[in-house]
């Protein structure tokens, strides 16, 4: 034991375990030494070397005392000694909610007796998106060592509010608009069947009594969970585990990463340049212009057909071929006048139909008379 002194200081906290001190380095609080066990230095490998980075003093013990300040022998031979912790406040998980932009949600630990039975509720708080936890000063298991090794490192990210009167804070949340839901093996109401939605605060009782009368009668609902085999009643932790889990899935998931779907893709309007994307299907080529059908060239505009016109009027026809006619006759009688013109052509009256024409005899010419005559 005297090995031990001065190794953890006043006003200082030991937090042992792999998982316990990489999240609470993780969460930067300020570490004082960093403790290793010899033989098992080699194991921790990435503790130390990230200790040694952050100029954390690294000091060697065995593994007998490591225990002795632990108060467990499962601390996996290493431990950081930190500052001492502080706790929050019930308007710094408030503020907490607003931040994330959810309605409250707050679990409250009613006199639970074993660290191991802490420790795991305070991991499933943290994982199912408790904002804070409530647990009273007295009668209430310590954050010993083995509380923080059983949360497997969670305690460093949740708000933890320390308080002399549980039933008072339930009060005060309830008056903040929180509805008190405790956890009761006798309640008439399962926990499928009950509301949790919204701005709550889920009660979690003793080992064995269950809920203290006072912060029962602060409690808005009672629930249980439906047992089916022989024994009565659950863990403390697992029961209390199941209805956080409870509560946020009627809260609501977080939406799930958007995946490619592994079906044809449409094509795209734009290319997606954001980093981190999967490639999208290259498009589909457009055929070539060769194996496309040559565009029917457009008619020519000589070739294009004339309007049709409109059909004219029966006596418009007629007047038209007598005209015609007309004209015709005064061009053959203006042919005619040419020909009698002196030097013109001779014209011969036309033969009356139906006759024969006779070759024309010409009439031979008188002789002359001879001089003295006969």
Same mark, same amino acid.
């Given at each position: /034991?005297?090995?031990?002194? =001065?190794?953890?200081?006043?006003?200082?906290?030991?937090?042992? =375990?792999?998982?316990?001190?990489?999240?609470?380095?993780?969460?930067?609080?300020?570490?004082?030494?960093? +403790?290793?066990? *010899?033989?098992?230095?080699?194991?921790?490998?990435?503790?130390?070397?990230?200790?040694?980075?952050?100029?954390?003093?690294?000091?060697?013990?065995?593994?007998?005392?490591?225990?002795?300040?632990?108060?467990? @022998?499962?601390?996996?031979?290493?431990?950081?000694?930190?500052?001492?912790? $502080?706790?929050?406040?019930?308007?710094?998980?408030?503020?907490?909610?607003?931040?994330?932009?959810?309605?409250?949600?707050?679990? !409250?630990?009613?006199?639970?007796?074993?660290?191991?039975?802490?420790?795991?509720?305070?991991?499933?708080?943290?994982?199912?998106?408790?904002?804070?936890? +409530?647990? *009273?000063?007295? %009668?209430?298991? *310590?954050?010993?060592?083995?509380?923080?090794?059983?949360?497997?490192?969670?305690?460093?990210?949740?708000?933890?509010?320390?308080?002399?009167?549980?039933? =008072?804070?339930?009060? @005060?949340?309830?008056?903040?608009?929180?509805?008190?839901?405790?956890?009761?093996?006798?309640? !008439?109401?399962?926990?499928?069947?009950?509301?949790?939605?919204?701005?709550?605060?889920?009660?979690?009782?003793?080992?064995?009594?269950?809920?203290?009368?006072?912060?029962?009668?602060?409690? @808005?609902? +009672?629930?249980?969970?439906? /047992?089916?085999?022989?024994?009565?009643?659950?863990?403390?932790?697992?029961?209390?585990?199941?209805?956080?889990?409870?509560?946020?899935?009627? $809260?609501?998931?977080? *939406?799930?990463?958007? %995946?490619?779907?592994?079906?044809?893709?449409?094509?795209?309007?734009?290319?997606?340049?954001?980093?981190?994307?999967? !490639?999208?299907?290259?498009?589909?080529?457009?055929?070539?212009?060769?194996?496309?059908?040559?565009?029917?060239?457009?008619?020519?505009?000589?070739?294009?057909?004339?309007?049709?016109?409109?059909?004219?009027?029966?006596?418009?026809?007629?007047?038209?071929?007598?005209?015609?006619?007309?004209?015709?006759?005064?061009?053959?009688?203006?042919?005619?006048?040419?020909?009698?013109?002196?030097?013109?052509?001779?014209?011969?009256?036309?033969?009356?139909?139906?006759?024969?024409? !006779?070759?024309?005899?010409? $009439?031979?010419?008188?002789?002359?008379?001879?001089?003295?005559?006969?």
């Amino acid at each position: /034991m005297a090995e031990a002194a =001065g190794l953890v200081a006043p006003g200082e906290e030991l937090v042992a =375990g792999r998982h316990p001190v990489e999240e609470a380095l993780a969460a930067r609080r300020v570490a004082r030494r960093l +403790l290793v066990v *010899p033989h098992r230095r080699d194991a921790l490998e990435r503790i130390v070397l990230h200790a040694t980075t952050l100029r954390i003093p690294i000091v060697e013990v065995e593994g007998g005392t490591l225990t002795a300040l632990a108060g467990f @022998d499962g601390h996996q031979g290493v431990a950081v000694v930190l500052e001492e912790r $502080r706790f929050a406040s019930l308007e710094d998980i408030l503020a907490r909610a607003i931040e994330r932009g959810e309605p409250p949600f707050v679990l !409250a630990l009613d006199s639970l007796e074993d660290p191991q039975n802490l420790g795991s509720l305070l991991r499933s708080a943290e994982a199912a998106g408790v904002h804070g936890v +409530l647990f *009273p000063i007295r %009668r209430q298991a *310590p954050l010993t060592p083995a509380a923080v090794k059983a949360s497997a490192g969670a305690i460093e990210h949740l708000l933890l509010v320390p308080v002399d009167d549980l039933a =008072g804070a339930l009060a @005060d949340l309830h008056v903040r608009g929180l509805r008190v839901v405790g956890a009761e093996a006798d309640a !008439a109401l399962t926990h499928r069947d009950a509301d949790l939605r919204g701005p709550l605060a889920l009660v979690v009782g003793h080992e064995g009594q269950g809920l203290g009368p006072t912060v029962r009668r602060r409690c @808005d609902l +009672l629930v249980r969970i439906p /047992m089916r085999g022989r024994i009565a009643s659950l863990n403390a932790a697992v029961a209390g585990s199941v209805l956080l889990f409870e509560a946020s899935g009627q $809260r609501g998931e977080a *939406p799930a990463p958007v %995946r490619p779907s592994a079906g044809p893709a449409e094509p795209a309007s734009e290319p997606s340049t954001g980093p981190g994307q999967a !490639a999208e299907p290259a498009p589909v080529p457009e055929p070539a212009a060769t194996a496309e059908p040559a565009p029917v060239p457009e008619p020519a505009a000589t070739a294009e057909p004339a309007p049709a016109r409109p059909l004219a009027d029966p006596g418009q026809v007629a007047e038209a071929s007598a005209s015609s006619a007309r004209g015709r006759r005064t061009a053959r009688s203006a042919a005619t006048d040419d020909d009698l013109l002196p030097g013109g052509p001779a014209v011969h009256p036309p033969e009356p139909p139906g006759e024969a024409s !006779a070759p024309r005899r010409r $009439r031979p010419r008188s002789a002359p008379d001879a001089p003295g005559g006969a």
